[in-house]
């Protein structure tokens, strides 16, 4: 098969020729994102990568090429405008579980950041001041309750790290998980804010989800907890925490998938650079530890979004099922 590869990044590209040397497909590659513009010759598909949308006129100008699989190298699909996928006679597929442990140790790095004010230590040490480094005194994570909102595959990953930690964990999900080994306590999503000394999301960017955690939401939270979004931009309102934040209610903050990050990554990749006030007042905070979408990014994940996203459009253009085929965003 011919693949367009687009969003390919160094780290990929070994994987990406590994593929086309033992298969002979030919696979075309290139850093850019996929847009109308950037699609300019046929294929039996393309490979993509990339948070920024995926347009009607993405799809419109697949169905002139005479191309019809777009397979995800990720697993979020909020960027994905379905209904044009549709209309153009597009399929669509994902990578829905690359590496689940990846993005649940990322956020464990997340909290024992914030717990042991490891933000606060590094700008005293960086302003040349050792003995006020020694000044900020931490919390045992094994000792702490974390709530996990949505119990999915990261989910479940997070609670068994936690569990090794010692840590209670409540967890909400509408759709609990069944596995007898997790060690958790199901509670209702009021009942979790309220009892945790750290809340971590896990649930899809759906729009029943935007905004999950609001001011109502924070004003539920226990004074002096964290909260770690590694999950999708819109679940935080992020004026909203920024202002919680100001009035010293919430302890800390970590944050992978930034609310802003689309328009800001459109303004870096048009203008060479972006200007978020917003962002510049989150990395300011030393309780406060950002990161630009990387929870995923360990060499186990990237081998699999690569791998899986090919077999995804060998199953398409063989016509067998595609089990990671999606038709609406989900993820
Ligand atoms: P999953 O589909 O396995 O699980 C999601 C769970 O959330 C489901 O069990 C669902 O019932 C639950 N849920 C949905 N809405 C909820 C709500 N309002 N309250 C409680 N539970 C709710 O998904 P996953 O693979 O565990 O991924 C979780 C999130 O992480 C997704 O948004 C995914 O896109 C994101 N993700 C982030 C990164 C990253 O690099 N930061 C990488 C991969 C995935
Ligand atoms: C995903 O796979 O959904 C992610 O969030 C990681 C990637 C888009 C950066």
Redesign the pocket.
């Given at each position: 098969m011919k693949v367009l590869a687009y969003g390919v990044r160094g780290d990929e590209q070994p994987y990406l020729d590994q593929w086309a040397q033992q298969t002979g497909d030919t696979l075309v590659t290139t850093s850019s994102y996929l847009s109308a513009a950037t699609l300019t010759q046929p294929a039996d598909g393309i490979s993509c990568?990339q948070?920024v949308p995926y347009a009607p006129s993405v799809f419109a100008q697949m169905q002139r090429l005479g191309i019809r699989y777009l397979a995800l190298r990720?697993?979020?699909t909020d960027n994905v405008d379905f209904e044009a996928a549709v209309h153009y006679g597009i399929r669509v597929s994902n990578?829905p579980a690359y590496s689940p442990a990846a993005i649940a140790e990322f956020a464990l790095l997340d909290m024992l950041y914030l717990l042991r004010q490891t933000g606060a230590v590094q700008a005293a040490l960086h302003a040349n001041d050792y003995a006020g480094a020694g000044t900020h005194i931490g919390r045992e994570l094994g000792e702490s309750t974390v709530g996990v909102i949505g119990t999915g595959r990261i989910g479940q990953a997070l609670i068994r790290i936690l569990n090794g930690f010692g840590a209670k964990v409540l967890a909400f999900d509408p759709h609990p998980p069944t596995d007898p080994s997790l060690v958790y306590t199901p509670v209702t999503f009021a009942t979790l804010l309220q009892h945790s000394d750290i809340v971590s999301l896990h649930v899809p960017g759906i729009p029943a989800n935007h905004h999950l955690i609001d001011a109502a939401a924070l004003a539920q939270m226990k004074p002096g907890a964290l909260l770690i979004n590694t999950g999708r931009p819109n679940l935080l309102d992020t004026p909203a925490v920024l202002a919680s934040l100001a009035k010293g209610r919430l302890g800390g903050v970590g944050i992978d998938?930034y609310e802003n990050e689309t328009s800001d990554l459109l303004a870096l990749a048009n203008r060479g650079h972006f200007n978020d006030p917003q962002w510049q007042a989150l990395l300011a905070l030393p309780n406060v530890i950002l990161s630009p979408?990387i929870a995923?990014y360990t060499q186990t994940a990237v081998r699999n979004m690569v791998e899986q996203s090919l077999t995804n459009l060998q199953s398409f253009l063989a016509g067998v099922p595609c089990a990671a085929e999606i038709t609406a965003t989900d993820?």
């Open positions: 990568f948070t990720n697993t979020g990578v998938t979408h995923y993820a």
